[in-house]
């Protein structure tokens, strides 16, 4: 659930604005709104040092043996910045050289300056690329000498007594000769190599210059939030929300501190952070919010536990196979004995229900790995396509109309809530009708009373007003911007099947080319192996990104639709000290 926040606003002298921060800091629980932009040349100045610091430290191997930095943060840093430009630098012209050399090599090793320095001596030295159809045009006084030839290319060095310009493609010369390229190139490996060197010595550093990351980052919120607090006259006040249950501890602060404070609730201008509270067993999906990057407004609906129920579901028959869904139970076990010390382990008990319920939906529908003929699908009612096609419109049914009993409780008394039931028997009818037109299932002569009777509801509901034309209007207005969508978005469920038939038909295809190999010798069983291994887990690999684009998306885009979600929510962070 989101947890009820209370305005507050801590009033203090502008002098003591500072220790005032520092104890607000230590308490930490207000979620700080600035009343004026945080901005000057201390902060920008923080923030560059920060950005620098943050990208040597993306450059430092992890090494187990750490030392302390004793003071030397800024020194270490400036050399990491160094390496890093040197390295730039060097790698572009090692690119450079590597280039020419290849291109040169076959010329064999000569002096480019020598070549220009024959020119004060009346000799000119020009190398050609020639067509065999072109060396019978070499100008009088010139002598071709090749050098060595590719095909009908000849290269060659033309030489004369004078600067004659020749009548095909002349090629400048390199900075340096062969010899000497090879010389810059060997240094400049060695370079690199050494810097990598003292990468891996910095290394010892990575934690100190981590915890250096932290407290330039913990300054910048510290110095943001003193330039973002507001004035007045001699005094300064700091704005922010705090959970409901917290507020009595700010206010003994502010009693012991002596500062001024003002409680109130949130007006309809404010923005609230959202906090969200729930039972250990249904914080296991917050992994997953958290990857997608999306929370709730605070005036808008936790769907946590909807979230969970329904995802579960959709992994299970996106997925569809057991085997699967025990390979990626083996693997969640193994990883968390290897991340034992992680303290939140909600990944990995995720990972045990959504594999559960892959291994469930496989075992109902008979898949292991693909599916086999000595296994017996426990529910033979969704071995038949059609069924499952249906199942997957039903869901979608079922899952829409919870978010419009959500929305029908969220406006009762309102007579608005009315619209709501309009539309639970809109998807309904657009349910039937899926099955009508895709699966030609018989409609039901009773739906399309179901459908005039919900779109009236609609119409006459969504906006309800003392003027009755202009309500009417609103409403007709929703229901022809929506109606559509709504048979689009009940139909958008087969993707259940469509995904997870695509899932089984490729592990099948696998399975059959592997068969058709055989084992009938050690070869012909590496490589059955083989296709076997390397099918699966590809399939495996498509499984996980199949969840991520169309599982996501009936909870977030469909589903969120219907509950009118924006997601724009932002997630209470309390000003307070960094470990």
């Known amino acids: 659930m989101i947890v009820r926040m209370k305005k507050i606003i801590l009033i203090t002298q502008s002098k003591d604005i500072d220790s005032t921060l520092e104890s607000v800091r230590r308490l930490g629980l207000l979620h700080v709104e600035h009343e004026n932009a945080p901005s000057g040349e201390n902060i920008a100045a923080l923030k560059e040092k920060l950005n620098r610091v943050s990208k040597t430290t993306a450059v430092l191997p992890d090494i187990k043996n750490q030392a302390a930095a004793d003071n030397r943060e800024d020194s270490l840093i400036d050399e990491i910045t160094g390496l890093l430009d040197g390295k730039e630098t060097l790698t572009e ?13 076959e010329w064999g090793n000569f002096n480019p300056g020598l070549i220009e320095d024959l020119e004060s001596k009346k000799i000119w ?29 000849v290269y060659c060095a033309v030489i004369s007594r004078k600067e004659i310009e020749l009548p095909f493609e002349t090629l400048a010369l390199p900075e ?3 010899e000497e390229m090879l010389f810059e190139k060997k240094k400049h490996e060695k370079r690199l190599v050494e810097i990598e060197k003292r990468f891996l010595e910095i290394a010892a ?18 110095s943001e939030v003193a330039e973002g607090s507001g004035r007045f006259e001699k005094l300064s006040y700091i704005k922010g929300y ?29 923005t609230p952070p959202t906090l969200i509270k729930n039972p250990k067993w249904v914080k296991i999906i917050k992994p997953m919010f958290d990857i997608i990057g999306t929370i709730p407004g605070y005036g808008e609906v936790d769907i946590s536990l909807h979230f969970l129920i329904f ?30 010390a992680m303290k939140d382990k909600s990944i990995f008990f995720l990972t045990y ?12 529908t008979g898949v292991f790995f693909g599916p086999h003929a000595w296994l017996k699908p426990m529910m033979p009612y969704f071995s038949d396509t059609t069924n499952v096609q249906a199942f997957c419109f039903l869901i979608g049914a079922v899952q829409l109309s919870v978010a419009h009993i959500w929305k029908i409780l969220r406006k009762f008394p309102s007579l608005k809530a009315l619209s709501d039931v309009g539309w639970i028997c809109i998807l309904w009818a657009a349910y039937f009708l899926a099955k009508s037109l895709i699966l030609n299932f018989e409609f039901p002569g009773f739906m399309k009373w179901i459908f005039i009777a919900g779109s009236g509801l609609v119409i006459l509901f969504t906006s309800p007003a003392k003027n009755i ?37 490729i592990a099948n295809a696998f399975n059959q080319i592997a068969a058709g190999i055989g084992a009938g010798s050690i070869l012909n069983g590496l490589l059955s192996g083989f296709v076997l291994f390397s099918g699966h887990t590809l399939n495996l690999g498509l499984g996980i990104l199949s969840i991520l684009v169309h599982g996501v998306r009936l909870n977030v885009l469909e589903f969120s639709g219907h509950m009118d979600m924006e997601w724009s929510g932002v997630e209470y962070a309390p000003f307070r000290k960094r470990d």
Not at 93 to 105: H, N
Not at 136 to 152: D, Q, S, W
Not at 205 to 222: D, T, V
Not at 318 to 334: E, K, P, S
């Open 311 to 340: 995802f579960s579901i959709f992994f299970g028959m996106l997925i569809g196979d057991a085997g699967y869904g025990l390979t990626y139970f083996l693997m969640a076990l193994i990883a968390q004995k290897k991340f034992k």
């Open 205 to 222: 550093y990575k934690n100190a210059l981590h915890n250096y990351e932290n407290y330039l980052a913990s300054l910048i919120e510290f």
């Open 176 to 178: 340096m000769g062969m």
């Open 125 to 153: 030295i020009r190398l050609c690329k020639v067509s065999v159809q072109e060396m019978k045009n070499i100008p009088e006084g010139a002598v071709l000498e090749t050098i060595f030839r590719k095909g009908n290319i």
């Open 93 to 105: 012209e090692l690119q450079i050289l590597k280039r020419d050399i290849e291109t040169w090599k």
């Open 353 to 364: 229900v959504l594999a559960s319920c892959a291994i469930i939906w496989g075992l109902l």
């Open 469 to 505: 034309f202009a309500g009417i209007g609103a409403g007709l207005g929703d229901f022809l911007l929506k109606l559509v969508n709504s048979f689009a978005d009940i139909v958008s469920y087969i993707r259940l099947f469509a995904v997870g038939l695509a899932g089984v038909a």
């Open 242 to 270: 705090s959970p409901i249950d917290k507020v009595n501890l700010i206010e003994a602060a502010a009693s012991k501190e002596k500062w001024g404070v003002l409680v109130n609730d949130p007006g309809e201008n404010d």
